[in-house]
T-cell receptor, first 115, second 119 residues
Framework: LAKTTQPISMDSYEGQEVNITCSHNNIATNDYITWYQQFPSQGPRFIIQGYKTKVTNEVASLFIPADRKSSTLSLPRVSLSDTAVYYCLVGDPSRGYNQGGKLIFGQGTELSVKP | GAVVSQHPSWVICKSGTSVKIECRSLDFQATTMFWYRQFPKQSLMLMATSNEGSKATYEQGVEKDKFLINHASLTLSTLTVTSAHPEDSSFYIC???????????????FGAGTRLSVL
């Protein structure tokens, strides 16, 4: 299973764009990159998923370079409510549980948004 | 979007009793469900993978007789913490992965979690 490395924490201010980069040097050919957001005492919430290039949805953008060894989650104009832990995970969700299909969480990035 | 319901959200029990936690996928079918536990200020730790109609697969170090998992249907998996002790107190979270027809790329969706406190 590909291991991911993220900054442990980041600080930002309301209205700023926040970019969180995740390193996954050993990503496999069939692996997707998925980002989750978790608030205290809640389950992780799916944010975005991508395989290559750029993916954008209503809450974030995901940038993936050609070599796919890293990815960057971009949150536009953050607010106080975006304060949370953000997890980057890689895996092939279509595989069986013993073939890389399960998601293993790393430490995540604790984002603190200040007024 | 996909909804995973987890019940109860909070449970307090006496040491030695058993506690059952339910995880349901409300608007999609899930052949595979996952159970995690999370201690304060730590990341999620995968405990086991639950496959509909077959035995669960436990991660290394997780006692299968302690944490009983049943995945009887495509929308329900249960985790039973047997003979609970204070060290089992934790935040338990389930997730479900869609079969893939209506939801793209087999995304894993999470329940809200269950806070277990063993006295």
């Amino acid at each position: 299973l590909a291991k991911t490395t993220q900054p442990i924490s980041m600080d930002s201010y309301e209205g700023q764009e926040v970019n969180i980069t995740c390193s996954h040097n050993n990503i496999a050919t069939n692996d997707y990159i998925t980002w989750y957001q978790q608030f205290p005492s809640q389950g992780p919430r799916f944010i975005i998923q991508g395989y290559k290039t750029k993916v954008t949805n209503e809450v974030a953008s995901l940038f993936i370079p050609a070599d796919r060894k890293s990815s960057t989650l971009s949150l536009p104009r953050v607010s106080l409510s975006d304060t949370a832990v953000y997890y980057c995970l890689v895996g092939d969700p279509s595989r069986g549980y013993n073939q890389g299909g399960k998601l293993i969480f790393g430490q995540g990035t604790e984002l603190s948004v200040k007024p | 979007g996909a909804v995973v319901s987890q019940h109860p959200s909070w449970v307090i029990c006496k040491s030695g009793t058993s506690v059952k936690i339910e995880c349901r996928s409300l608007d999609f079918q899930a052949t595979t469900m996952f159970w995690y536990r999370q201690f304060p200020k730590q990341s999620l730790m995968l405990m086991a993978t639950s496959n509909e109609g077959s035995k669960a697969t436990y991660e290394q170090g997780v006692e299968k007789d302690k944490f009983l998992i049943n995945h009887a249907s495509l929308t329900l998996s249960t985790l039973t913490v047997t003979s609970a002790h204070p060290e089992d107190s934790s935040f338990y979270i389930c997730s479900a992965r869609s079969i893939g027809s209506s939801l793209a790329k087999n995304i894993q969706y999470f329940g809200a979690g269950t806070r277990l406190s063993v006295l």
